[in-house]
């Protein structure tokens, strides 16, 4: 067998930084094999005893925190302005379902033709997450932390541009003194990641990435009849009303648009903005983004890192230049900067319509793009006419618009006079190409266990 591995490539530089050995064949399903034989015992545990276990590791990682916060700005180019703070949402994520987990898995008591009657949730057994690169503590956090609470074990199969990452936070569970097994790394080639999905012990799959893999992981798990829960990719509608305070909603959306370089799924991508305040409330937002620094992601007062692969580079220029090409205008950024690494400016697009590359293609960098909408109705209209569903948002200080846009807007989360986000205390996923399942909250720990059905006589 031909030794395969994983390089992580700095994407400030271009220049690789190091190799990781990939597992293969029965190496593949003896990793498996560990967090299976951990199930057993683990789940047999209470919740008070896993939730300790989740706790010291919620330590462990405000302890690593700038080791991580270091590792992911060298392997994907997040600032560590950034990457600080998501360590520590990750700990918070351990600490709420810590918490929380044993009275959203609380037996449910239903009324029925029986003496007793209640629904118990009990985990499902070896889980596999298949995460992506650009939240790298995070997104493996968002799903560790509800299916460990459940009872289940965990395979974790990171990005291949992560490694160092993905085994730093395997690492932390040994630290914290979590048994061994409970969860496990998977480095492995995407090649291999469909042997993962079809061993017999694995019991349901988490995935997180492009809407494209996403319909490989989904059709693979589903020939095999195990659950999945998808979170895919988005091109996020944010409007802009004329009565909004825009001061505030400009800050907020550039907000949106440029964390991690724009890498995000929740990001505002389409930017609908009422006619009487279009061209007002685009002037706010290229003064924000022209005074955005790039820079190198080690640096705590860079904004903007790079992008995390040349590919990906490449391909947001191909959509800016493709937009342009159908009628955009660019009015900051939209040049490949003359410097060694994979970075791309702020830009901004004016005048995009429905059927640009940048309206119907999901854009995955620092790329705004603008348009102008005469009222509710347009907006909404606009907002809608995409294949994506995951995140949205309105601005406006009026009560009933602002309803009306939660009743109608779809996708799976709506932000009103805010930032979409994520948070531990609220379900998260999309519809239509976005995926379906949901993952945190009460919903997401609940994806991954049995609701037995018990009747008593």
Not at 35 to 56: I, N, Q, T
Request: charged share 20%.
């Amino acid at each position: 067998m031909t030794t395969a591995m994983l390089t992580s490539t700095n994407p400030f530089t271009g220049e690789k930084i190091s190799e990781h050995l990939a597992l293969q064949g029965e190496q593949i399903s003896a990793q498996i094999g560990i967090a299976a034989a951990a199930f057993p015992a683990w789940s047999s545990k209470s919740f008070a005893e896993r939730g300790k276990v989740l706790h010291a590791v919620a330590a462990q990682l405000r302890k690593n925190k700038g080791r991580l916060a270091e590792l992911m700005a060298l392997e994907m180019g997040k600032p560590v302005k950034e990457g600080g703070p998501e360590v520590e949402k990750a700990a918070t994520c351990c600490e709420y379902y810590a918490e929380h987990a044993s009275k959203h898995l609380a037996d449910e008591w239903i009324a029925s033709d029986a003496s007793e009657s209640y629904v118990k949730y009990q985990p499902l057994g070896t889980l596999l997450g298949i995460l992506p690169w650009n939240a790298p503590a995070w997104l493996a956090f968002r799903y560790l932390a509800p299916a460990l609470m459940a009872g289940n074990t965990c395979v974790m199969k990171h990005d291949p541009n992560v490694p160092a990452t993905a085994q730093a936070l395997a690492d932390l569970f040994k630290e914290a003194g979590a048994p061994a097994g409970v969860v496990v790394n998977l480095p492995l080639r995407t090649e291999h990641v469909e042997q993962a999905i079809r061993d017999p012990r694995i019991m349901a799959v988490s995935f997180t990435g492009s809407s494209a893999a996403g319909r490989k992981v989904a059709a693979t798990a589903a020939s095999e009849l195990k659950p999945a829960v998808l979170e895919l990719g988005g091109s996020d509608p944010c409007i802009v009303l004329a009565d909004a305070d825009l001061e505030r909603a400009a800050d907020v959306v550039v907000l949106s648009r440029i964390i991690n370089a724009g890498q995000s799924c929740i990001a505002a991508k389409r930017i609908l903005i009422e006619a009487k305040v279009y061209e007002e409330f685009t002037t706010l937002l290229k003064v924000r983004l022209a005074k955005l620094r790039m820079g190198n992601p080690l640096d705590s007062t860079t904004d903007i890192g790079p992008i995390a692969r040349k590919d990906l580079r490449d391909n947001l220029h191909r959509q800016v230049q493709q937009s342009l090409e159908q009628g955009a205008k660019c009015l900051l950024g939209g040049e490949i900067p003359d410097a060694p690494g994979y970075h791309y400016p702020p830009t901004l697009l004016a005048d995009v319509q429905p059927g640009m590359c940048a309206f119907e293609e999901e854009t995955f960098g620092p790329v705004m793009a603008v348009m102008p909408i005469e009222n509710i109705d347009e907006a909404l209209a606009v907002a809608n006419n995409t294949n994506y569903g995951l995140g949205s948002s309105i601005w406006t200080a009026s009560t009933s618009k602002s309803l009306r846009a939660v009743h109608e807007l779809q996708a799976g989360q709506v932000a009103v006079n805010g930032i979409v986000k994520t948070d531990p205390r609220l379900p998260s996923g999309g519809i239509k190409q976005s995926g379906y399942g949901r993952e945190l909250g009460p919903h997401g720990i609940r994806e991954f266990v049995n609701a037995k059905q018990v009747w008593i006589k």
